[in-house]
């Protein structure tokens, strides 16, 4: 009889500025429970990402029981801790040595905290995925990676069901852009239902099939509350009776004999070697358009185009600086300049920037750590004209925050003026009052730009 293997691989993430209200509370709602689902049942099986910036604020503020109980986790086989960017930038738009790096304070960290020294799986933070990292990940001896199914039968990559995608040495699995979604969105699937669809799906094969289900770990409990218990819980209960469907790690599927090895070939006629550039956010409709990882790099985004204006700049001052000086008041700098650089770019400021999400506070603490970074190494390297670019980048960028924000509120206002039309009552009385609003704010923006 045809089995179904199923891999669920979690990624667990807070930026390394989180505070501790917001730790406190996604400890409570997900990562105890999380920890203690994985340690009380006999056939739980997870593959997870664990962030360093959220491993140490776990550190920092305490939560031993968490560690302890992803600690426990890793050493009975109940989830294995694979490897990602420490600080979870977007790997394909990093330079390759920065690359390197962030996966290498990833390997030290889980080596030291978590006894980790196995280079089995890399996750690329938010899935994003780029050819040029293949090399980088071979280099380094892991034996798999991840991306997603979505945007490769437009590019007429077929999506493997019993085999396993190889490039040179290290396997690139799929995840199930499909299933993946349907979980991370909480559509009222129970564990219970999910298992008996996989088990009518393996009806359908005459052979052993694997879908891989990757998605951010704070949905079970954060996200969507008590969602480790309603979906992870209620699904663990059902595999226990289940003859078609296994649960396993994402690395127990190179190990399965019914799952056969195949080498993919290289593509002709496309940008690409392999597999298309791509992350788990990525639409065929943005492939087409050329925005490849579009809630964090988009195309006509000023803010995108500003924010990563200042990346590159930062990046392109330190090319060339020799990190390992021995001694003196310099080498001092140079270590806070290496910490500022390892941390300054996170994923999630982007991400509150894109077109479909929208957070200014997140996106001025990246903003703020970048600038950090840059006064620094314009101090260090005596350089008043990489200071004065930045400053002038630094300057449109806080305009298109701003008119962003205007158009936000603008369109908060609309909303409300338009929702009145169906309380006559109510409208007599605030009508007025929000067309102040809406008139002192156009003034206001009118001003700004005749200062200009």
Request: hydrophobic letters at 35%; a negative charge.
């Amino acid at each position: 009889m045809a089995k179904m293997y199923v891999a669920f691989l979690l990624d667990l993430f807070q930026p390394s500025s989180q505070n501790d209200k917001v730790i406190d509370e996604v400890t409570r709602e997900c990562y105890q429970p999380l920890v203690e689902l994985f340690n009380s049942k006999p056939n739980a099986k997870f593959t997870v990402s664990l962030a360093n910036s959220l491993a140490s604020l776990l550190i920092e503020f305490r939560k031993d029981k968490v560690i302890e109980g992803l600690k426990q986790a890793v050493k009975f086989g109940k989830i294995e801790m694979i490897h990602t960017g420490a600080y979870h930038p977007i790997f394909p738009l990093l330079p390759d040595q920065e690359v390197k790096r962030q996966i290498a304070l990833d390997k030290d960290l889980k080596s030291e905290h978590f006894g980790v020294t196995t280079t089995s799986g890399i996750f690329s933070p938010e899935m994003c995925y780029h050819d040029k990292l293949l090399p980088l990940y071979q280099e380094m001896g892991f034996q798999w990676t991840i991306i997603d199914d979505c945007v490769m039968e437009i590019n007429g990559i077929r999506i493997p069901q019993h085999e396993i995608y190889h490039v040179n040495d290290i396997a690139v699995f799929m995840r199930s852009e499909l299933w993946s979604n349907r979980i991370k969105n909480g559509h009222h699937l129970t564990g219970r239902e999910f298992v008996r669809q996989m088990e009518a799906e393996i009806q359908l094969q005459q052979q052993d099939c694997y879908t891989i289900i990757a998605i951010s770990g704070e949905t079970f409990g954060h996200h969507v509350k008590y969602y480790q218990e309603t979906f992870l819980r209620d699904m663990l209960c059902k595999l226990s009776k289940s003859d078609s469907v296994e649960l396993c790690l994402v690395s127990d599927l190179l190990n399965i004999k019914g799952l056969s090895k195949i080498e993919k070939p290289k593509e002709v006629g496309q940008i690409f070697e392999y597999f298309p550039p791509c992350s788990w956010a990525t639409q065929p409709d943005n492939y087409k358009r050329g925005d490849y990882y579009p809630l964090w790099k988009s195309k006509d985004n000023p803010i995108h185009e500003n924010l990563w204006k200042l990346t590159d700049l930062i990046w392109d001052a330190n090319s060339n600086i020799n990190f390992n000086i021995e001694g003196d008041e310099q080498h001092s700098g140079l270590n806070k300049l290496r910490d500022l650089l390892d941390r300054a770019f996170y994923s999630t400021q982007y991400f509150w920037a894109s077109i479909w999400f929208w957070n200014p506070e997140r996106i001025y603490e990246g903003i703020d750590l970048q600038m950090r970074t840059l006064y620094l190494t314009a101090s260090l390297m005596d350089n008043y004209e990489l200071l004065k670019a930045g400053q002038e980048i630094y300057t449109q960028l806080m305009w298109a925050i701003h008119q962003r924000t205007q158009e936000e509120l603008n369109s908060e206002l609309d909303k409300s003026l338009a929702k009145l039309n169906t309380d006559s009552d109510f409208k007599k009385r605030i009508l007025p009052w929000l067309n102040s609003i809406k008139q002192a704010i156009d003034y206001h923006e009118l001003r700004n730009i005749n200062n200009t």
